[in-house]
C-alpha cells in the first residue's frame, strides 16, 4: 500500500508530538499536525488527507463538531484522555479510540484498522474489498460476494465461488465497503447480495441456486420487501 497522509488536531503540544513519534515509527504515513482546530479543519477540506487523529476536548471546538464536517471519505482516530466520550466517537462511525495515555502497540492496531477501511475505499475502483484474515490481506470480487454475517467480534464473508473469508470487524465497517445499490441489509447479523436472492418473504430470503435461506429481521422487513419487490 502508497503511504498515506495524515493530519493530527489536538491543542496540547505533547500529545501532537506522541503521534509525530508513533507514526514514524509506523513507517509509510505522512502526517502533518496542528494545534489550532478551526486551522486543521481547513487543512482536511484543502488536503482531503486518508486519515485523521483528532483530540475530542478542546478549547475553541470539539473534535466531534470537527468529525461532523470531515468528508465522508476521510477516516478518523479520537485521542483523548476523556473515556465518556467513546460511544458518541463511534456513532460517528470513527475507525477507534485511542483513550491517552496510549501505547504505541494500541496506536498501531488502531492504524491497521484505518489502513484496512482505507484500502477498502481505494479498491472499490477495482471492484474487490481487502479485508484482513488472521495476518494476511485478503482481496475479494464484489461480485463474488454471496452474503455477510456477523459472528461476535468477526465478520464472516461467504462467496458464490465457494467458501468464506473471516475477518475481525463490524458488519457496518464491511457493509460501508460495498456499493449501496448492490446489497441489502436484511437482519442485525445478515446483509445479503441483492443479485443472489431468488424468492423471498417477509421473514425469510432464499438465494438462488442454493438450498440457503436467511432470516429477514422484523425491524428490516419493510425496506427489504420494498427493494427486493422492486428487483
Known amino acids: 500500500m502508497k503511504e498515506i497522509t495524515c493530519i493530527a488536531i489536538d491543542d496540547e503540544p505533547m500529545a501532537l508530538l506522541v503521534i509525530e513519534q508513533f507514526c514514524r515509527r509506523k513507517g509509510g504515513m505522512e502526517l502533518t499536525t496542528y494545534s489550532e482546530p ?65 501505547s504505541y502497540e494500541r ?30 490481506n485478503v482481496s475479494i470480487p464484489i461480485s463474488d460476494i454471496l452474503y455477510i454475517e456477523a459472528l461476535g467480534n468477526y465478520v464472516k464473508i461467504v462467496r458464490a465461488s465457494g467458501g468464506h473469508v473471516l475477518t475481525r470487524a463490524n458488519l457496518k465497517a464491511v457493509t460501508d465497503m460495498l456499493p449501496e445499490s448492490m446489497f441489502l441489509r436484511i437482519h442485525r447479523s445478515y446483509v445479503v447480495s441483492i443479485a443472489a436472492v431468488d424468492s423471498f418473504t417477509r421473514s425469510r430470503v432464499l438465494l ?24
Open 208 to 231: 438462488r441456486n442454493r438450498e440457503l435461506s436467511l432470516p429477514i429481521g422484523q425491524q428490516y422487513a419493510a425496506h427489504a420487501t420494498e427493494i427486493l419487490g422492486g428487483h
Open 107 to 136: 496506536f498501531e492496531t488502531a492504524v491497521d484498522k484505518a489502513l484496512r477501511r482505507i484500502e477498502a475505499h481505494r479498491s472499490l475502483g477495482s471492484e474487490n474489498i481487502v479485508v484482513k484474515q488472521e495476518y494476511t
Open 38 to 102: 478551526h486551522v486543521g479543519l481547513e487543512a482536511i477540506r484543502r488536503r482531503k488527507p486518508d486519515l485523521v487523529f483528532l483530540d475530542i476536548q478542546m478549547n475553541s471546538i470539539s473534535g466531534l463538531e470537527i468529525a461532523d464536517m470531515l468528508p465522508q471519505e476521510c477516516c478518523f482516530i479520537f485521542t483523548t484522555a476523556h473515556a465518556r466520550y467513546a460511544l458518541d466517537g463511534f456513532d460517528l462511525d470513527a475507525v477507534d479510540f485511542l483513550h491517552k495515555p496510549f
